[in-house]
């Protein structure tokens, strides 16, 4: 009896552990949004895309030129001057793929920029939930923003004041 009772205490105690987490939320938009270097570099990428997008658009629409006025002088061309003005259309539509690549690509500027700019700030959000979780004692801090398995949550555990605050951007 004794045994069946120590057993049932440990267990107990036990469940009663694993109730004591703590877990609080976070909000990463709302952090992100409250941090003006963070604004400042999204737009930096976003104008530095838009310049990138428009010379790509434009080197695709002078290969679209020349298949254009290549299609319209087709009748009149000698079989050596279709195959030039054949490549000269191919090589005008890969040097835009190229482009595209360079710029946009997974290893592409936009990539490194974003790398540059962005990760340092997210660096620092980290160090600051940290700090808050530390602090607080918490086990588990959520992302309100992405997790979408939280359906519901309490704004009382929501600890995105505190990191802006550990930041230095007090709301």
Excluded: C
Excluded at 54 to 72: G, H, P, R, T, V
Aim: charged share 25%; hydrophobic share 40%; glycine share 2%.
């Amino acid at each position: 009896m004794k045994k069946i009772l120590i057993l049932s205490l440990i267990m107990v105690l036990g469940t009663l552990g694993a109730h004591a987490q703590k877990f609080a939320l976070i909000d990463m938009e709302y952090i992100l949004k409250n941090i003006p270097a963070y604004e400042m570099a999204n737009e930096q990428l976003n104008t530095l895309s838009k310049k990138w997008q428009l010379e790509i658009e434009e080197l695709q629409q002078e290969a679209q030129n020349l298949y254009k006025s290549y299609q319209a002088d087709l009748v009149f061309l000698s079989p050596e001057m279709k195959t030039k003005r054949e490549a000269e259309v191919v090589a005008k539509e890969q040097e835009a793929q190229e482009l595209k690549r360079t710029y946009f690509g997974t290893e592409g500027e936009l990539f490194k920029r974003r790398e540059a700019l962005i990760k340092p700030i997210q660096d620092e959000i980290y160090n600051a939930v940290k700090e808050v979780a530390t602090s607080k004692s918490l086990q588990v801090i959520l992302d309100r923003a992405s997790a979408m398995s939280v359906i519901y949550a309490s704004p009382s555990i929501d600890v995105s004041n505190e990191v802006l605050q550990k930041l230095g951007y007090s709301k």
